[in-house]
């Protein structure tokens, strides 16, 4: 990140090297431990018959998932504001999305 203006989320940088993400709307899920203005990003995690979207990925220290507006993909970070912990968006082995500790 430089001093660039943060940008929307749907600023496609119109490079063509990859197929536009897919845009979520989000809506609180009543998760309240965080501030209310960023419930919708997450929600709580109802286990392992709980799938996951395009656009969420399971925060492994407290298994909260965090959600985006658009679809995750392999690369992105993400910010757990539950337990203040980085990560980012990397393949799991079973082929879907996890999030692994930056350190
Ligand atoms: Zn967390």
Request: one cysteine or more; glycine letters at 8%; proline letters at 7%.
């Amino acid at each position: 990140m430089s001093g660039e203006p943060e940008r929307s989320d749907d600023a496609e940088s119109g490079s063509g090297e990859s197929a536009p993400r897919q845009r979520f709307v989000l809506e609180e899920t009543g998760f309240d431990e965080v501030p209310k203005k960023y419930r919708k990003y997450y929600r709580k995690w109802k286990g392992p018959q709980d799938p996951l979207g395009p656009n969420e990925v399971l925060c492994p220290v407290c298994k909260v998932v965090i959600r985006s507006t658009r679809e995750l993909r392999v690369g992105d970070r993400v910010y757990c504001m539950a337990c203040f912990t980085r990560f980012s968006v990397e393949r799991a082995s079973d082929g879907g999305l996890e999030a692994r500790i930056e350190y």
